[in-house]
């Protein structure tokens, strides 16, 4: 697998995750992007013995976009502390079912995984044990079968994005586990984490990195 790298500092390195890549190994030992860049590092620094490599944030398989890892303990401490926070801006573009008439929005519900299953529901109230979940958007383009979003998140939980825009009534693209009406052939979804705005391990200086979204998403929306 070759790593594309889009930011390294001496405590940080952000790179691209395609679609269909684990963030972190599973039980089924497919291949993971945390693995593939350990030995990335190894390789180009001619590292000895094992690479250290902090994970600080994950994204679900089937989605794509940046992934920031910590190339040592303090990094590791400083942006998980930044992410516990809320002060890490996470900006996500997604291509999603249908037309929707609204511009732009805010979706705040309460969210509730099956461990069992790896399925999020979605709970307009809390009195089912769900932890709160926050997310604006707004319309990028569209036209009468697909909309292109931009969606900045305020909380991050586990498949939140899906779970509420499905619930919202407006599925990602291809994203069968959450009500979508297609799968694409190579089982991703159209959901990419497109920007992240953070402050560096070591100094205040603010760092945001944006990539654009997947040129295969373009056709949609012709």
């Known amino acids: 697998m070759q790593i594309k790298v889009l930011y390294e500092d001496n405590h940080l390195l952000a790179v691209y995750k395609p679609a269909g890549v684990l963030t972190q190994a599973d039980k089924t030992g497919d291949i993971s992007l945390l693995d593939e860049v350990k030995k990335y590092l190894k390789e180009k ?20 976009g940046i992934v920031l890892f910590a190339k040592t303990s ?3 401490s400083r942006l998980s502390w930044q992410f516990r926070e809320q002060t890490v801006e996470k900006i996500y573009h997604a291509l999603v079912l249908g037309k929707i008439e609204q511009k732009s929005g805010t979706l705040i519900s309460f969210l509730k995984k099956d461990p069992a299953k790896n399925l999020v ?13 926050e997310l604006s958007f707004a ?4 036209n009468n079968k697909y909309s292109l979003l931009e969606i900045k998140l305020k909380t ?8 509420q825009l499905a ?3 407006h599925p990602v693209v291809g994203d069968l586990k959450y009500g979508a009406a297609f799968a694409l052939p190579d089982k991703s979804i159209y959901l990419c984490a497109t920007s992240l705005s953070f ?14 979204i997947p040129a295969s998403w373009q056709k949609y929306l012709l």
Do not use: C, W
């Open 139 to 142: 319309v990028i383009s569209q």
């Open 45 to 64: 620094y001619r590292k000895p013995g094992n690479v250290y490599l902090g994970m600080i944030h994950r994204l679900d398989r089937p989605a794509s």
């Open 121 to 133: 529901k979605v709970y307009k109230t809390a009195k089912n044990g769900g932890e709160k979940a």
């Open 199 to 212: 402050n560096l391990a070591t100094t205040p200086e603010r760092k945001t990195i944006t990539i654009p």
């Open 167 to 169: 619930d919202f009534g």
């Open 74 to 76: 303090k990094g590791a």
């Open 156 to 163: 991050g939980k586990p498949h939140q994005v899906r779970a």
